[in-house]
């Protein structure tokens, strides 16, 4: 691998996540014209493979690669040759040999974008990989809040629902707290990952009760693909009654996060879900911008001038 690539939302400092923030932020402006499309990655090839299931993701990394004006191709796991049994590592061998610029990976596997990026010379993007991490959705959920609140420093969010399996969290939690934020895990016993207080320096708790003290609610979908015959919860419906986020749990002022698909009336309720003061739109929307960030981020050469004129020019353009 010759190029930076962006696998662990830990690969990012206080400084780099400020400066992706900031660029989305220009790209913004860019979806606010008539004319959505600018030059920028004019001549470079993004090959996304998605290897699990996906609509946000995948939708807001192929319109990011198209809206710079990238060359992108869609693989999927299904019909792709992984079907008849070809490695992780052959496929992005395979791929390498076309000389990609990014390689946007999804995959079951914890740790499989680490073993890809040590086949290509591509930057390669972890766009989810089983329930380890998922650094993009953390910066567009930094990104939203912030656009929301106005800062992340000191902010108080609570993650609350499966976050034994969720790489949302994990990724979310470290991001937060590198920008100064507090967080708290709300769950069941059973869906506590070990040495979460350790770990990853949150605050834990099983009693729903406690987030109260959060600004931000952060409603986590209940993995049933990753959870088989675990017997995590008695039921859904026990579950729903004990940690389904609605508005008798809220009190004013407090936001609500979910970064989908969501399980309705399971960890959010369908009020709430549809409530305009929620968040969730606002995440889907500011995904396809993060992630353009992202990959011009990964494509220039960040913190000096020269990459802050590029940053102009892209807006310009």
């Given at each position: 691998?010759?190029?930076?690539?962006?696998?662990?939302?830990?690969?990012?400092?206080?400084?780099?996540?400020?400066?992706?923030?900031?660029?989305?932020?220009?790209?913004?402006?860019?979806?606010?014209?008539?004319?959505?499309?600018?030059?920028?990655?004019?001549?470079?090839?993004?090959?996304?493979?998605?290897?699990?299931?996906?609509?946000?993701?995948?939708?807001?990394?192929?319109?990011?690669?198209?809206?710079?004006?990238?060359?992108?191709?869609?693989?999927?796991?299904?019909?792709?040759?992984?079907?008849?049994?070809?490695?992780?590592?052959?496929?992005?061998?395979?791929?390498?040999?076309?000389?990609?610029?990014?390689?946007?990976?999804?995959?079951?596997?914890?740790?499989?974008?680490?073993?890809?990026?040590?086949?290509?010379?591509?930057?390669?993007?972890?766009?989810?990989?089983?329930?380890?991490?998922?650094?993009?959705?953390?910066?567009?959920?930094?990104?939203?809040?912030?656009?929301?609140?106005?800062?992340?420093?000191?902010?108080?969010?609570a993650f609350v629902g499966d976050v034994l399996h969720s790489r949302?969290?994990?990724?979310?939690a470290t991001a937060l707290r590198t920008m100064g934020a507090k967080?708290?895990?709300?769950?069941?016993?059973?869906?506590?990952?070990?040495?979460?207080?350790?770990?990853?320096?949150?605050?834990?708790?099983?009693?729903?009760?406690?987030?109260?003290?959060?600004?931000?609610?952060?409603?986590?979908?209940?993995?049933?693909?990753?959870?088989?015959?675990?017997?995590?919860?008695?039921?859904?419906?026990?579950?729903?009654?004990?940690?389904g986020i609605g508005h008798h749990r809220l009190r004013p002022g407090?936001?609500?996060?979910?970064?989908?698909?969501?399980?309705?009336?399971?960890?959010?309720?369908?009020?709430?879900?549809?409530?305009?003061?929620?968040?969730?739109?606002?995440?889907?929307?500011?995904?396809?911008?993060?992630?353009?960030?992202?990959?011009?981020?990964?494509?220039?050469?960040?913190?000096?001038?020269?990459?802050?004129?590029?940053?102009?020019?892209?807006?310009?353009?």
């Amino acid at each position: 691998m010759s190029r930076r690539s962006l696998i662990a939302i830990a690969d990012l400092d206080r400084d780099d996540i400020a400066r992706i923030l900031e660029t989305s932020n220009r790209f913004a402006e860019v979806m606010a014209r008539d004319i959505k499309k600018v030059p920028t990655l004019r001549g470079r090839a993004i090959i996304n493979m998605f290897f699990e299931s996906s609509t946000r993701t995948a939708t807001s990394f192929e319109l990011a690669g198209k809206r710079m004006s990238a060359d992108v191709v869609n693989v999927k796991g299904s019909g792709s040759s992984v079907d008849k049994g070809e490695t992780l590592k052959d496929t992005v061998l395979t791929l390498n040999a076309y000389r990609p610029d990014i390689l946007v990976i999804r995959h079951r596997a914890a740790g499989a974008c680490v073993v890809a990026a040590r086949h290509t010379d591509a930057a390669v993007i972890n766009a989810g990989d089983g329930k380890h991490e998922h650094p993009t959705q953390a910066l567009l959920d930094l990104y939203t809040l912030r656009r929301a609140t106005g800062t992340l420093e000191g902010l108080h969010v609570a993650f609350v629902g499966d976050v034994l399996h969720s790489r949302v969290a994990r990724s979310g939690a470290t991001a937060l707290r590198t920008m100064g934020a507090k967080v708290t895990f709300v769950t069941p016993p059973t869906l506590m990952p070990r040495g979460a207080a350790e770990g990853l320096g949150v605050d834990v708790s099983y009693d729903i009760r406690d987030i109260g003290d959060a600004d931000v609610v952060y409603a986590l979908r209940m993995q049933h693909e990753r959870m088989g015959k675990g017997g995590f919860v008695p039921s859904l419906r026990e579950y729903a009654t004990e940690y389904g986020i609605g508005h008798h749990r809220l009190r004013p002022g407090q936001l609500v996060m979910h970064a989908g698909p969501m399980n309705r009336g399971v960890e959010i309720t369908d009020d709430l879900a549809d409530d305009p003061t929620a968040l969730v739109t606002t995440q889907v929307e500011s995904g396809m911008i993060v992630r353009m960030a992202v990959m011009f981020d990964l494509l220039t050469e960040p913190g000096t001038r020269k990459g802050s004129d590029a940053v102009d020019e892209a807006v310009a353009a």
